[in-house]
């Protein structure tokens, strides 16, 4: 069983920044796509950010531009950094492989909260 864990939320003001990391705990990291999804209150978990394993990055068009995506294989990490963070972004954030129709493919890690307050 794959096991994902989140890190690196936290509280942070309007225009600031934060870097999420997730540590992957399986074999075959270097060659699947993995993302970083997202759920806010009352909303469905969205994908904002993908990374192939050839290092393709693809971002949800609410973040495009000020979200990065990036990932070690040597560390079995996948990171993303958060630049001018709004409060629409306050969310729980949990990475996971994307499969098929963007799929995740393992079962959900704990998330790491992010909160930006205005």
């Known amino acids: 069983q794959v096991q994902l864990v989140e890190s690196g939320g936290g509280l942070v003001q309007a225009g600031g920044s934060l870097r999420l990391s997730c540590a992957a705990s399986?074999?075959?990291?270097?060659?699947?796509?993995i993302g970083w999804y997202r759920q806010a209150p009352g909303k469905q978990r969205e994908l904002v950010a993908r990374?192939?394993?050839?290092?393709?990055?693809n971002y949800a068009g609410s973040v495009l531009g000020r979200f990065t995506i990036s990932r070690d294989n040597a560390k079995n990490t996948v990171y993303l950094q958060m630049n001018s963070l709004k409060p629409d972004d306050t969310a729980v954030y949990y990475c996971?492989?994307?499969?098929?129709?963007?799929?995740?493919?393992?079962?959900w890690g704990q998330g790491t909260q992010v909160t930006v307050s205005s």
């Open positions: 996971n492989f994307v499969g098929p129709a963007l799929k995740p493919l393992y079962a």
């Open positions: 399986t074999s075959t990291f270097s060659i699947n796509a």
């Open positions: 990374i192939t394993n050839t290092g393709i990055t």
